[in-house]
């Protein structure tokens, strides 16, 4: 239920747009790693999973378990709130892991949280916290980047600010991108997983960023910032 209504949401917010690589696959049992730029991004990303007929398990901030009829479909449903800076965020990768190994795709924020930037441009990934690394080292699972980009043109800012900017999304319908880059298998220690996870996760934002014409796309490939 919830894959369906972000993706009728979505719709009716912006254009989405959805591309991968030649050799993508989202077979079960995957981590899908996507970056986090936005409150808007995550019914992005799920919307086009949905497109591609995938309804993974989301690792979300545990605080929409707080939200009464959001909290109880996302319980029904089997995601998994994770309690960032508390000793029970741990137990939100032992889900995560049986959720894999019962064939299930994870999807994980792996930078742990939004940008502070107000304004809606693009930017790379920011640092990725170990979570993922450690997921995959407990399950072997491969490890499928996703970028998105567009999302921050529907929320961003402040929260009046945010508000303007959903409220006018249905009249604006700004474009949205999405796109799912070839899975990898993580070796080496966390720090290299991590490294690794983080380039392939900036590799397909680029993309993404780049079907819509960004100038952080084009700065990016140039060696830019």
Do not use: C
Request: cysteine-free; overall charge positive.
């Amino acid at each position: 239920m919830l894959s369906r209504t972000a993706s009728t949401l979505v719709s009716a917010v912006g254009r989405l747009s959805v591309t991968r690589d030649p050799d993508a696959e989202l077979a079960p049992g995957s981590i899908i790693a996507a970056n986090h730029t936005s409150l808007a991004d995550p019914a992005v990303v799920v919307a086009a999973l949905y497109r591609l007929g995938v309804t993974p398990v989301i690792m979300a901030t545990a605080g929409l378990w707080r939200i009464p009829l959001l909290g109880r479909s996302l319980t029904r449903e089997g995601h998994i709130p994770v309690h960032r800076r508390d000793r029970r965020a741990a137990g939100a990768l032992d889900l995560a892991a049986q959720a894999l190994q019962e064939g299930r795709l994870v999807l994980i924020y792996a930078e742990g949280g939004l940008p502070r930037r107000k304004d809606a441009a693009e930017a790379a990934p920011g640092d990725f916290r170990t979570g993922l690394a450690r997921l995959v080292e407990t399950t072997g699972a491969p490890v499928v980047p996703v970028g998105q980009a567009g999302a921050r043109r529907v929320t961003s800012g402040g929260a009046i600010k945010q508000i303007a900017g959903l409220v006018t999304a249905p009249l604006r319908r700004p474009d949205l991108h999405v796109h799912v880059g070839a899975p990898l298998m993580l070796t080496g220690d966390s720090a290299v997983r991590t490294a690794r996870a983080r380039t392939a996760v900036t590799s397909a934002w680029r993309a993404a960023a780049a079907h819509l014409g960004e100038p952080a796309a084009r700065m990016e490939h140039s060696g830019g910032a």
